[in-house]
């Protein structure tokens, strides 16, 4: 029996879709509102590095949650600009990604090996995206191989 991802996965498919980022703060604000305006519709908000969640939030949990995120955005991310929240459509998000300031990598740009985001908000059950991610075994045979002494 395999435990792994199918990579049909609707989570996973739509997580490896096309999003935009709320570049600027005030685009960000103007999407908050929008999630709280729909947090109601059955939200699953995945914190990489735990468990993916098994069912949706409440509206009330959604908007705490977008309260408590925007404050440590901005707290945390010293910029003039947002740029590390990314949906899915900015106007009808049904996905968004929201990167760690303490852990962007190269979010932006082209990267073959992308950071993964610290949180998403969903319309879809989310699934264990490090594992569902992770290097082919192939991959992990050639690294373990790597530092073996022969």
Same mark, same amino acid.
């Given at each position: 029996?395999?435990?792994?991802?199918?990579?049909?996965?609707?989570?996973?498919?739509?997580?490896?879709?096309?999003?935009?980022?709320?570049?600027?703060?005030?685009?960000?604000?103007? $999407?908050?509102?929008?999630?709280? *305006?729909?947090?109601?519709?059955?939200? =699953?908000?995945?914190? &990489?590095? %735990? !468990?993916?969640? #098994?069912?949706?939030?409440?509206?009330?949990?959604?908007?705490?949650?977008?309260?408590?995120?925007?404050?440590? $955005?901005?707290?945390?991310?010293? *910029?003039?600009?947002?740029?590390?929240? =990314?949906?899915?459509? &900015?106007? %009808? !998000?049904?996905? #968004?990604?929201?990167?760690?300031?303490?852990?962007?990598?190269?979010?932006?740009?082209?990267?073959?090996?992308?950071?993964?985001?610290?949180?998403?908000?969903?319309?879809?059950?989310?699934?264990?995206?490090?594992?569902?991610?992770? !290097?082919?075994?192939?991959?992990?045979?050639?690294?373990?191989?790597?530092?073996?002494?022969?």
């Amino acid at each position: 029996m395999t435990t792994e991802t199918p990579s049909d996965d609707p989570y996973l498919a739509a997580f490896r879709g096309s999003f935009t980022s709320a570049l600027r703060w005030p685009r960000l604000d103007a $999407l908050w509102q929008v999630l709280r *305006e729909r947090a109601d519709q059955g939200w =699953y908000l995945y914190a &990489l590095g %735990e !468990p993916p969640p #098994v069912a949706p939030r409440g509206a009330e949990q959604i908007r705490h949650f977008i309260d408590e995120i925007d404050l440590l $955005l901005k707290r945390e991310h010293d *910029e003039d600009f947002c740029g590390i929240v =990314y949906a899915d459509s &900015l106007s %009808e !998000p049904r996905f #968004v990604k929201i990167y760690d300031p303490n852990n962007l990598g190269v979010v932006c740009g082209f990267s073959d090996n992308p950071p993964l985001p610290g949180w998403t908000l969903s319309l879809l059950a989310p699934v264990d995206l490090p594992k569902a991610t992770a !290097p082919t075994r192939g991959r992990r045979r050639w690294w373990q191989r790597l530092f073996t002494p022969h």
